[in-house]
C-alpha cells in the first residue's frame, strides 16, 4: 500500500483533476504507514475470529479507499467528493461515479476494523 501510494504520487501527470490526484497520492502514503502500524500490532492481538475478520476489514476497506480516490482523480468522478467536488472538472460517465461510490462507500470497513481490533484487545485483556 505505501509503495502504491508513493506511486500514485505521478497521478497528478494523468489525472483530469489533479488536486483529486494528490489525495489519492496523500490516502495512500498515509493508508500505507497505518498498515505498517498495524502489521506491528497484529502478533499481540493472538488470532481467532475476530482478529481475521479485522485483518480482512483492513485490507479491503484501506486499498478500496485508495482505488477510489485515485478512479475519482484519473475519471474526475466529483459526485462523492463534498468538499472539493465543485472545482473538479465534469466529464465522469454514470458507472464511473458508481463505481467509485462503490469502493469509497466499502472503506466503511475501516472503522469495524477499528471496532474488532479494540474487542480482540478487550477479549485479550479479560482472559
Known amino acids: 500500500m505505501l509503495l502504491l501510494g508513493l ?10 483533476s489533479k488536486i483529486a490526484a494528490l489525495e489519492a497520492h496523500n490516502i495512500g ?31 479491503v476497506g484501506l486499498y478500496a479507499n ?4 485515485l478512479l ?6 466529483k459526485g462523492m467528493f463534498i468538499v472539493n467536488g465543485a472545482s473538479m472538472p465534469g466529464g465522469a ?9 462503490v469502493l469509497l462507500n466499502i472503506s466503511i470497513l475501516v472503522v469495524v476494523m477499528s ?3 479494540l474487542w480482540a484487545a478487550a477479549k485479550k485483556q479479560d482472559g
Request: net charge positive; aromatic share 14%.
Open 29 to 59: 502514503v498515509l493508508q500505507g504507514t497505518l498498515l505498517f502500524a498495524l502489521a506491528a500490532v497484529w502478533p499481540s492481538l493472538g488470532r481467532g475470529r475476530v482478529v481475521t475478520a479485522a485483518r480482512f476489514c483492513g485490507l
Open 93 to 101: 460517465a454514470p458507472w464511473m461515479e458508481g463505481t467509485v461510490a
Open 7 to 16: 506511486l500514485s504520487g505521478f497521478a497528478p501527470f494523468f489525472a483530469k
Open 66 to 69: 485508495w482505488l477510489g480516490a
Open 72 to 77: 475519482s482523480a484519473l475519471w474526475s468522478a
Open 115 to 117: 471496532v474488532l481490533i
